[in-house]
């Protein structure tokens, strides 16, 4: 866990909005931000993303073409899914499981690009939640190594494998890729060669900023 802690860069959730807020190349700054996307926005891109991850809907491909499952590494994970949250009882000052049916959305990422142990991973109050006791103890992990001003307060901290791929994310959504998706459905012709369209855009994109 220690060694998985220290091989990452993380950010906190202010560090993380200025970096999304920046083009990846910084010339391109005179041209003011590019991605318009608000904070509450992107906190239920995030709420979705970690709810999903723990319910594992990204690991799901069982009866997936590969053309399906490709078209899922590109766009991200969807399912409806009914999960449990602790949720606090401010009457009571105490925590009571309450049950959800949402459609979650699990975004791609990016890791082990640089090393084996650079990997996207976010840290939140969704955590506790969840019970997810692993991500707790990470959680304790890093406030033991560095001793954080916001200790024990976080709302969100993440690594950059992970901010990278949320930017990613954010920019699908805002711009021309998302318009030019064709379903699995589609005529194998189109959905051929929007494929191998996809995959020099991926490729592309990965290249630029690694």
């Known amino acids: 866990m220690k060694k998985l802690v220290e091989s990452n860069k993380w950010y906190t ?3 993380a909005e200025a970096y999304l807020r920046k083009h990846w190349h910084p010339d391109n700054e005179k041209n003011g931000q590019y991605l318009k996307m608000n904070r509450r926005q992107v906190q239920k891109i995030l709420r979705s993303d970690i709810i999903g991850t723990y319910l594992e809907i990204n690991k799901k491909v069982e009866g997936l073409t590969d053309n399906e499952l490709f ?3 590109v766009y991200g994970w969807k ?6 949250l602790y949720v ?6 105490s925590y009571f499981s309450k049950t959800y049916t949402e459609e979650l959305s699990v975004f791609p990422k990016y890791d082990r690009l640089h090393s084996e142990n650079e990997v996207s991973i976010i840290l939140s109050f969704w955590d506790e939640q969840l019970g997810d006791n692993e991500k707790m103890e990470m959680g304790e992990t890093y406030e033991d190594m560095y001793n954080p001003k916001l200790k024990g307060k976080m709302p969100y901290l993440m690594t950059e494998a992970y901010l990278v791929a949320l930017k990613h994310e954010i920019e699908r959504r805002e711009y021309l890729t998302r318009k030019l998706r064709f379903e699995p459905n589609a005529p194998k012709k189109y959905l051929k060669h929007f494929l191998e369209f996809m995959e020099k855009v991926l490729l592309l994109n990965l290249s630029i900023i690694f």
């Open 13 to 15: 959730c202010e560090e």
């Open 79 to 84: 399912s409806k899914e009914t999960f449990d």
């Open 71 to 73: 078209l899922k590494e």
């Open 88 to 93: 606090l009882d401010k009457k009571n000052d």
